[in-house]
């Protein structure tokens, strides 16, 4: 059975990066992984100015609002690097939030999908054949947690 996700409200929102949980990472904390993705893009860019005001942003869907502003410059790499940043934010979520970890490691090895209509890239778009970049993502991540707990039994 595929698990779709998408609003935090909805089934399984805890996927979705706008879901309240913060993570610490590059010697901060960021109050949600779609906060931290989005001041990414501009790393290293002639707007870097805009990076403390999507720390800042009072919700997800502002600092979303923030970064996705078409008049600012993004990073030369982001299109390089944003898969790998968003993997680094999404498994530190899943490994500082115990309660979240264990809702991810029960959906076992279920096909994950994150059913936006509008991001065919990040999730599976409108006619859901998208690149579910998301999904594969927290798959992956799923895997990785599942591992490393299998050593942790195993060294105990
Ligand atoms: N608009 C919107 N609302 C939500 O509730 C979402 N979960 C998403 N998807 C997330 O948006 C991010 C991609 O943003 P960019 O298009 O790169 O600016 C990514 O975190 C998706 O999972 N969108």
Known sequence: MTIYFYKVWQPYGCFSNFSPHGIHIDGAYWPTVEHYYQAQKF????DAAIIPLIHAAATPEEAATLGRSGTR???RDWDLVKTQIMREAVLKKFLTHTDIREVLL????EILVENSPTDSFWGCGANKSGQN???KTLMSVREEIRNLLSLTVIYE
């Open 133 to 135: 970049h998301l999904g």
């Open 43 to 46: 790393v290293g860019s002639r």
């Open 106 to 109: 029960k959906t076992g090895d």
């Open 73 to 75: 410059q993004l990073r």
